[in-house]
């Protein structure tokens, strides 16, 4: 189990509406940070570009700049609600396999195609869409393939530590 998975949020849609995150920072993530207690937790920092424009001023003029909305602070787990889109098991495993294997092959001959074949068949990121009802937002987002696992488990222990 990992000490924390760090989602990447592509798209995100906030009271409906489809926003623009800043992407010149890389404040635009959700941490899943399970633990070994009850609860995990998710910690949200992004930065959301409104639509509206705000007066800036400078040293010497004004300038009218895109005025941003900062989302952070902590979610229980139950308070965001995950669905994966990515089919684990689907052709982009298949690709990677293939292209990692004849890489392999080049350089290291056949016993290079079968580590380069077992190399590229991990799969590498995770499609998500996520929904934050306390915030009414909700985006696509992307997450290494680690955090399925550590997902579940975590959602199993919470439902089994609420029949008690």
């Avoid at 979610?75 to 396999?97: C, H, K």
């Amino acid at each position: 189990m990992a000490l924390w998975h760090t989602i990447r949020i592509d798209r995100v849609k906030v009271d409906g509406e489809e926003k623009q995150i800043k992407s010149d920072t890389a404040l635009h993530e959700l941490t899943f940070t399970p633990d070994g207690q009850e609860n995990a937790v998710f910690e949200i920092n992004a930065q959301i570009f409104t639509g509206r424009k705000i007066k800036k001023k400078g040293w010497i003029f004004t300038s009218e700049v895109d005025e941003l909305d900062k989302y952070s602070g902590t979610l229980d787990f139950s308070d965001v609600s995950i669905e994966i889109l990515s089919d684990v098991e689907g052709t982009e495993v298949v690709r990677n396999a293939g292209t990692s294997a004849l890489a392999g092959a080049v350089i290291a001959g056949p016993l290079g195609a079968v580590a380069g074949g077992w190399l590229g068949s991990k799969v590498k990121n995770i499609q998500l869409k996520c929904e934050i009802p306390q915030l009414n937002m909700s985006f696509l987002g992307s997450v290494s393939s680690g955090f399925i696992e550590d997902y579940k488990k975590t959602a199993e222990r919470i439902a089994l530590n609420e029949e008690f």
